[in-house]
T-cell receptor
Framework: NAGVTQTPKFRVLKTGQSMTLLCAQD?????MYWYRQDPGMGLRLIHY???????AKGEVPDGYNVSRLKKQNFLLGLESAAPSQTSVYFC???????????FGQGTRLTVV | QQPVQSPQAVILREGEDAVINCSSS?????VHWYRQKHGEAPVFLMI?????EQKGHDKISASFNEKKQQSSLYLTASQLSYSGTYFC???????????FGQGTTLQVKP
C-alpha cells in the first residue's frame, strides 16, 4: 500500500519551460489537493479536486493548471515556469474534506 | 483566506507545556492539526468537527470553539519528539477546500 506518491521528487527547470507533476493515490480517495510550501508562508492551496473529472481553484492558482482524468491521479502543470514558482510542492488526498489528509513526500522544484 | 496561527515559534524545555492557537475569519466545519518534521511531509494529528468537541491522544489534545471560529492545540509534558512545525487546517462551508495556517515552529530542548 503506497499511499500518496509524487513524481518527480526533485526538478530543476529553466524559466519558461513547462512541466507536469504527478500525484497518485491508491486509497480510493475522492479529494485531492496540491499545495506549495515556502518559508514562513505555510502550506498554500493551489488547486484541489473533489472527485474524478472535477477541479477547483485554491488560494494561489495563477500560473498552474490541473487535471483529474482518473480518480487516482491528480496532475499539476506549469506551462511557463517562473523563478517565483521555486518551492516545495505537496500533494494530499482524503476520503472527504472532514477526514484525515495523507500527504505525499513532496517535490522540490527550482526554477532558474 | 488562510487561518492565523499564534505564536509563530515556541521554544520549550522537556516536560513543559505549550498551546498553539488557530483562528479563522470564516465559519468552520472542521479543524485539522498536522505536524511536520524538517524535510518530511506533514503528518495528521487529529481532526475536530463542528460541535465544539475536544479530542486528544497521549499528551496532545485540542479544542474547537466554532462560535469563536478558533481551535487550540495543547501539548503537555513536552518530549523531544514533539519538535517540528505544527499546522492547523480548516474547512469552511461545503466546498471541500482544506486550507492551512502559516505554521508554528516548536522546538523542545533537553
Amino acid at each position: 500500500n503506497a499511499g500518496v506518491t509524487q513524481t518527480p521528487k526533485f526538478r530543476v527547470l529553466k524559466t519558461g519551460q513547462s512541466m507536469t507533476l504527478l500525484c497518485a493515490q491508491d486509497m480510493n480517495h475522492e479529494y485531492m489537493y496540491w499545495y506549495r510550501q515556502d518559508p514562513g508562508m505555510g502550506l498554500r492551496l493551489i488547486h484541489y479536486s473533489v472527485g474524478e473529472g472535477t477541479t477547483a481553484k485554491g488560494e494561489v492558482p495563477d500560473g498552474y493548471n490541473v487535471s483529474r482524468l482518473k480518480k487516482q491521479n491528480f496532475l499539476l502543470g506549469l506551462e511557463s515556469a517562473a523563478p517565483s514558482q521555486t518551492s516545495v510542492y505537496f500533494c494530499a488526498s482524503s476520503y472527504w474534506a472532514n477526514t484525515e489528509a495523507f500527504f505525499g513526500q513532496g517535490t522540490r522544484l527550482t526554477v532558474v | 483566506q488562510q487561518p492565523v496561527q499564534s505564536p509563530q515559534a515556541v521554544i520549550l524545555r522537556e516536560g513543559e507545556d505549550a498551546v498553539i492557537n488557530c483562528s479563522s475569519s470564516k465559519a468552520l466545519y472542521s479543524v485539522h492539526w498536522y505536524r511536520q518534521k524538517h524535510g518530511e511531509a506533514p503528518v495528521f494529528l487529529m481532526i475536530l468537527l463542528k460541535g465544539g468537541e475536544q479530542k486528544g491522544h497521549d499528551k496532545i489534545s485540542a479544542s474547537f470553539n466554532e462560535k469563536k471560529q478558533q481551535s487550540s492545540l495543547y501539548l503537555t509534558a513536552s518530549q523531544l519528539s514533539y519538535s517540528g512545525t505544527y499546522f492547523c487546517g480548516t474547512v469552511s462551508g461545503n466546498t471541500g477546500k482544506l486550507i492551512f495556517g502559516q505554521g508554528t515552529t516548536l522546538q523542545v530542548k533537553p
